[in-house]
């Protein structure tokens, strides 16, 4: 059932996306986009003040439901219940240019990933020769700086969508294509997830705030080959901080570790799981059950399956030449998520902090070669459990506020 959108200058059917103040008064009134609601505003609004609250003038209301009069940015979907204090901000900025030399993947123009999809041999682990071990090499080098260079670039006031157009800059730089943007209509090329978001998280004008904890996805496709790293960073002192915080953060750094710890060929893509349960509950914290590890090579997702909870069923035994993640997203309460009405950012349903890090590795004879491995510049780093707090009983000095 197709209906109109409500947008003056436009012909479209309407999408999902609807005017959150409309919404809040029990009209319906449908835009076929952000841009057209947004190019729409300063008309539409109008209609806003024939209605009859009353009250709508005297209570401010808790979330950004219509444009900020001095930014613009808003909460896209202001009646979803959301699990913790995350809200979206947008627009999203406008989708960012390649040049055309850049070599593109197959979904990069109308977001489908087909030789993903192609389900013949699916559970077929690809082996790669030594030329394709070295452009896998070569590609995972230049996400690593990428990463990096993205995480230099964090503080407090810095928002997620200039995270992206860090990453998007260092890529083209590096001759390479941001996986992400578009794999499956994603709209931006990178992914970042703070907080309560367990992953796929997308870039937008929410600045970041000191005590934030954020997650950076970095992808990148050279050569033939895609990429894949991701690390969870604390912004500001506050987070460091904050004991949950650590906890979560520290927690999900050691069960990457602690898994690749087991890495070799003839380890099974099943045994990880216990291994990050068992080192997860060990810190008082949960394991996400609905994404997993995966395949990387010339495709962006494909098999083994690697699962990161005990007990799973993954099919597949380690053999040198594969190149594969582990990408454990660890939670301080429930692992439960859920997923934002923009079909991407996931959250834990209890609104509890989650934390997640990510290397690709190739299997060598005698165990793995993290290719994403940190450099001796990298930002970020383990961190130490903040010294606990005192009551002022023992005589400890109270740190300034
Ligand atoms: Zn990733
Ligand atoms: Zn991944």
Same mark, same amino acid.
């Given at each position: 059932m197709a209906r109109a959108c409500e947008g003056a200058d436009c012909s479209n059917d309407a999408g999902t996306l609807q005017c959150p103040t409309c919404q809040k008064q029990g009209k319906d009134s449908f835009f076929c986009s952000q841009d057209c609601f947004k190019? +729409?505003? &300063?008309?539409? $609004? $109008?209609?806003? $003040?024939s209605s009859s609250n009353p009250l709508g003038n005297f209570f401010t209301p808790t979330v950004i439901s219509e444009p900020d009069p001095n930014t613009g940015h808003y909460n896209p979907f202001p009646s979803f219940p959301y699990t913790g204090s995350l809200r979206p901000a947008y627009p999203l900025s406008p989708t960012r240019e390649l040049p055309a030399h850049i070599t593109r993947p197959e979904y990069a123009k109308d977001g489908i990933p087909r030789s993903e999809q192609n389900f013949v041999g699916r559970n077929k682990i690809t082996i790669l020769d030594k030329k394709q071990q070295e452009g896998m090499r070569k590609v995972c080098r230049l996400a690593r700086e990428v990463l990096d260079e993205a995480a230099a670039a964090l503080k407090p006031g810095v928002t997620t969508d200039e995270i992206d157009a860090i990453v998007h800059k260092a890529c083209i730089e590096r001759d390479s294509y941001p996986s992400p943007l578009n794999y499956y209509n994603f709209p931006k090329s990178v992914?970042? &997830?703070v907080n309560e978001s367990i992953c796929h998280g997308i870039p937008d004008h929410r600045a970041l705030k000191d005590g934030d904890i954020v997650n950076i996805d970095v992808t990148l496709y050279h050569g033939?080959?895609?990429g894949d790293i991701n690390e969870t960073y604390y912004v500001g002192d506050k987070a460091l901080a904050n004991p949950d915080a650590v906890r979560v953060v520290e927690a999900a750094r050691d069960c990457l570790d602690a898994a690749i710890a087991i890495a070799k060929p003839g380890t099974a893509f099943k045994e990880y799981g216990a291994v990050i349960e068992k080192l997860a509950k060990s810190r008082n914290c949960n394991t996400v059950k609905t994404y997993c590890g995966h395949g990387v +090579?010339?495709?962006f997702h494909c098999a083994p399956n690697v699962p990161h909870y005990a007990k799973n069923k993954a099919i597949g035994i380690a053999k040198p030449g594969m190149t594969f993640t582990i990408e454990p997203m660890i939670c301080t309460g429930s692992a439960k998520d859920k997923t934002w009405p923009d079909n991407w950012t996931s959250v834990t349903q209890d609104g509890g902090l989650s934390a997640q890090f990510e290397h690709t590795m190739l299997v060598t004879e005698d165990?793995?070669?993290v290719l994403t491995a940190r450099l001796p &510049? &990298?930002?970020g780093g383990k961190v130490e459990?903040?010294?606990a707090a005192t009551n002022g009983a023992d005589g400890a000095e109270k740190p300034a506020a």
């Open positions: 190019r +729409n505003w &300063s008309e539409h $609004k $109008k209609i806003h $003040k992914c970042t &997830s033939g080959f895609h +090579n010339t495709q165990g793995v070669e &510049s &990298s930002p459990m903040p010294a």
